[in-house]
């Protein structure tokens, strides 16, 4: 249960090798009170890793485990939130997972489209398996990674932008019709975030760490359903941005 | 039975969460229902809950099932040993606006009257004459209890079945019926003498010197106080007036007790109009600098010299209870209270000047000695000393009180789960060192695990 202070005792992370939900799950271990940490993901050694953090993270009195989980297979996501729930009550299901594809996926029908699978397609089935799971519980957290990106697609980001923008409307209108069940959706938009996924890339202006990412969420938990940006400068941004006629937005150097 | 989902909150308004709702008629329809949950029909399981005054989640039940009590209120006539038998969601103020004027009083009444009596049984609250009259646990001659197979059971002090139920926090099963031993009394009134004393020694010896002479003492105390003036205190002292004083404004008894009927007497308690409270109060007046003015001017409204001045019980009991609603007043992130209990008087100077260094935004915090424990596993007050901190539901405020409750639990003492709305799982087995006990008498009463609340989940309690 959360408790009056708003700090969880249990997680489940779907994309359990995110350097975002790492950093979520360390800032949830903070207040205290964590003492269940159910990390979803493909196995492999980032998996290892982020349970042993984990391990280390929750001390003495916190359980962690893995579970098996692939966001290609949503044949298979009802069973993996089930299992997840079978050990008590959830309060947190972070969505995590999603893939950042370069030029040549974009350009390349299938790789496309499997980002499309991975990112929206089995983020839909995960959430919707989640969505029941805590509608019964009649308590919980959603809180589901979108990005600034599903905004407004760039020119240069247009795949990953749109694969975003369905999520991030899947999960608020999900939000919205769990309304008094005791269910919250935090939709969360990060901007460029330094992570794993964007090494490489140059950095854009706004961008925050992983760990800001985290304490947006952990602050946003128990605190109703709602979009957060992060940093928070970028909603007034954006909101600018939106407005720009397309052909002086596609000449943004962005 | 009119069953709806609903949001429902704790006191504090800090803990939130929906349950499907229904009010139940009588004890065979609480049977019914607990039947038919047995039977696999409430996952979710299912909990009483009376005028929700626990001020965290013990009166929550998230996704399931909460039986509200507010349509057992049968109140039996009074018997000549001062016995009565009332349904549980009667209220102690309700018994009371029953029996003062027949000249009976409820032995405890916790700081609302708005308490039912299902509730105080579950918490085994206490109130200001503990250090004489124990909790209500040791005032109750029997319950009547659905327990978790459906069957309707009378259970008495004694039993093995009453040390689960008495302080159970209303997992054990749904008590229907109390019947409770009431004392007599002879005015409605109470003479009350106030005084106030200027440091943490002398509030703790001015009420040790008052538990000798007064049955109901507690003092309002200063947290934000600093360095000398650290645990001042308001001391209040009081008894029932008897016949042989003049009370200015209550009227004493003439003819004897009466137990069933028309009252024997003019005397009667009546609570007044009550106030609404101020739909919400800004943020910043809840800072630790206006908390500190306005504990400030308590202080010094308070009369230097003792002064002694008679009061009805509804203003000396029950003084909040004339803001309708005072608990909005902390706005949209609620409050919580901080209530512990522990024998050495160290612990109660070191929670002090915890909370007076680190500015934590109290108001008036309650301090009350305790007289011996009752011994029922959960049951929270023990020998020694009680203090009860209302502060803003704040996270910052999360690591200073964990230092708290880490201090009350090196020194043996423990928390109040009528109160606890954010302790952490792994002190409570220190803190109630029966707990395994009472566990195992609990599932007795509870073999298919039915009675479940917010509160056992997060303490992981059953």
């Avoid at chain 2, 507010?70 to 209220?91: C, H, K, N, W, Y």
Wanted: aromatic residues 6%; hydrophobic residues 40%.
């Amino acid at each position: 249960m959360l408790d009056a202070l708003r700090s969880p005792q249990s997680v489940l992370v779907l994309g359990a090798s995110s350097d975002i939900a790492q950093a979520t799950v360390a800032a949830l271990a903070r207040r205290g009170r964590l003492d269940r940490v159910v990390l979803a993901g493909r196995p492999g050694p980032r998996r290892d890793a982020a349970v042993q953090k984990a391990t280390s993270e929750v001390g003495r009195r916190g359980v962690v485990r893995a579970l098996d989980f692939d966001a290609t297979r949503p044949d298979e996501h009802e069973a993996v939130v089930a299992e997840a729930f079978a050990d008590g009550d959830v309060d947190v299901v972070l969505l995590a997972f999603g893939v950042l594809p370069d030029a040549a996926t974009a350009a390349a029908p299938d790789a496309a489209a499997a980002v499309v699978t991975t990112n929206f397609t089995g983020a839909v089935s995960a959430l919707t398996a989640s969505a029941a799971r805590l509608r019964a519980q009649g308590h919980g957290t959603m809180v589901v990674l979108s990005s600034v990106a599903g905004e407004r697609p760039r020119r240069s980001n247009y795949l990953y932008g749109a694969t975003k923008a369905g999520l991030d409307a899947f999960a608020t209108g999900l939000g919205d019709d769990l309304a008094g069940t005791g269910v919250e959706v935090v939709v969360v938009r990060p901007g460029f975030v330094r992570t794993s996924m964007t090494a490489g890339l140059g950095p854009a202006p706004l961008s925050v760490d992983a760990s800001d990412v985290a304490e947006a969420v952990v602050a946003a938990v128990g605190g109703g359903t709602r979009t957060v940006w992060v940093p928070g400068a970028l909603r007034l941004v954006m909101s600018v941005l939106r407005h720009l006629p397309r052909a002086v937005f596609r000449r943004l150097p962005i | 039975m009119n069953t709806g989902t609903q949001r429902l909150s704790g006191w504090g308004r800090a803990n939130t969460s929906p349950a499907l709702v229904s009010h139940e008629e009588s004890t065979a329809a609480v049977a019914a229902l607990v039947r038919s949950a047995a039977a696999g029909g409430l996952p979710r399981g299912i909990l009483a809950r009376g005028l929700g005054r626990s001020y965290g989640d013990a009166a929550l039940n998230a996704g399931g099932r909460v039986v509200r009590t507010d349509r057992l209120t049968a109140i039996g006539d009074v018997q000549p040993d001062g016995t009565v038998e009332v349904g549980s969601g009667v209220s102690i103020a309700e018994l009371l606006r029953h029996v003062v004027p027949r000249g009976w009083f409820v032995p405890v009444t916790p700081g609302t009257g708005h308490v039912t009596l299902g509730g105080a049984v579950a918490a085994d609250v206490h109130g200001k004459n503990h250090h004489r009259e124990g909790s209500v646990g040791r005032h109750v001659v029997r319950l009547q209890l659905v327990d978790g197979t459906g069957e309707v059971r009378t259970v008495s002090p004694g039993d093995p079945a009453y040390g689960a139920v008495v302080g159970g926090m209303g997992l054990s099963g749904i008590v229907t019926k109390v019947t409770l031993r009431l004392r007599p009394i002879s005015s409605a009134t109470l003479t009350v003498r106030t005084t106030r004393t200027a440091d943490l020694d002398a509030t703790m010896s001015a009420l040790q010197e008052a538990d000798r002479t007064h049955r109901y003492t507690v003092a309002w105390l200063d947290t934000l106080a600093k360095g000398s003036g650290l645990g001042r205190a308001v001391l209040t002292a009081g008894d029932h007036t008897t016949s042989g004083e003049a009370p200015r404004g209550g009227v004493p008894v003439g003819g004897g007790h009466s137990t069933a009927g028309e009252p024997a007497s003019s005397i009667a308690y009546s609570p007044g109009r009550s106030l609404p409270a101020p739909p919400w109060v800004p943020s910043a007046l809840l800072s630790p600098t206006t908390m500190r003015a306005f504990n400030e001017a308590y202080f010094r409204a308070a009369p230097a010299r003792p002064r002694v001045t008679t009061e009805s019980i509804a203003s000396f009991f029950h003084p909040l209870d004339v803001v309708r609603g005072w608990n909005r007043m902390y706005g949209r992130p609620g409050f919580l209270q901080h209530q512990f209990a522990v024998a050495d008087p160290q612990c109660l100077r070191a929670v002090l000047e915890l909370f007076s260094r680190e500015r934590v935004p109290g108001f008036l915090a309650v301090l009350k000695r305790f007289g011996p424990s009752s011994g029922l596993p959960l049951s929270f007050p023990t020998a020694g000393w009680t203090l009860a901190t209302d502060v803003p539901a704040s996270p910052q405020l999360g690591p200073v009180l964990d230092r708290a409750d880490e201090l009350v639990a090196s020194y043996g003492g423990r928390l109040y789960l009528a109160k606890d709305s954010r302790m952490r799982p792994e002190l409570l087995p220190a803190m109630y060192p029966d707990l395994d006990h009472w566990r195992q008498e609990r599932a007795l009463l509870d073999p298919h695990h039915l009675f479940v609340s917010d509160l056992s989940r997060r303490l992981h309690l059953c």
